[in-house]
T-cell receptor, first 108, second 113 residues
């Protein structure tokens, strides 16, 4: 199984700040990368995916990919208390391999 | 909005008993998966299923596990003889195009005593 590493956190940010989440992966041949959000006791839900090097923005979320460094990140701008969750980085190889997740707490 | 449904939401069983977890994927999806998450740990891949057969399975998915799509809608995971370490949340997921954009069900929590 592909290795996906994330800072476990917890990451605590004040409301309105930027939360920055990092992820590295082991297989240089990996092509597609995903961020899922998992609220406590709930199932993962897709936030966004990225296939190409660079940035991809979707609302308050920006994913960044650097294949040379085998690094994926997620920025959450204007963080809200409702963003408090565990964020899972995943790599697709005909099935998703998940990292352990980074728990984010947004302080009101 | 279409969703993946799973039953039961919680099952308690005795060690050594057989358990069947059921899933109804989204109707036009073609790829089906089972994942599990032990409390406090990461989401782990168990098995993927496409075109009425297993396409990939992890080392966790040993002979005690089996999957079946008995009709056009249900997708089941059977654990033949449960062990204490099988206690976990089991998630079913489906997707139309196998791109990694999975839709997860709410999960079935299995507690083995």
């Amino acid at each position: 199984q592909k290795e996906v590493e994330q800072n476990s956190g917890p990451l605590s940010v004040p409301e309105g700040a930027i939360a920055s989440l990092n992820c590295t992966y082991s297989d240089r041949g990996s092509q597609s990368f995903f961020w899922y959000r998992q609220y406590s006791g709930k199932s993962p839900e897709l936030i966004m995916f990225i296939y190409s090097n660079g940035d991809k923005e979707d609302g308050r979320f920006t994913a960044q990919l650097n294949k040379a460094s085998q690094y994926v990140s997620l920025l959450i701008r204007d963080s809200q208390p409702s963003d408090s969750a565990t964020y899972l980085c995943a790599v697709n190889d005909y099935k998703l391999s998940f990292g352990a997740g980074t728990t984010v707490t947004v302080r009101a | 909005e279409p969703e993946v449904t799973q039953t039961p939401s919680h099952q308690v069983t005795q060690m050594g008993q057989e358990v069947i977890l059921r899933c109804v994927p989204i109707s036009n999806h073609l790829y089906f998966y089972w994942y599990r998450q032990i409390l406090g740990q990461k989401v782990e891949f168990l098995v993927s299923f496409y075109n009425n057969e297993i396409s990939e399975k992890s080392e966790i998915f040993d002979d005690q596990f089996s999957v079946e799509r008995p009709d056009g809608s249900n997708f089941t995971l059977k654990i033949r003889s449960t062990k204490l370490e099988d206690s976990a949340m089991y998630f079913c997921a489906s997707t139309r195009t196998n791109t990694g954009e999975l839709f997860f069900g709410e999960g079935s929590r299995l507690t083995v005593l």
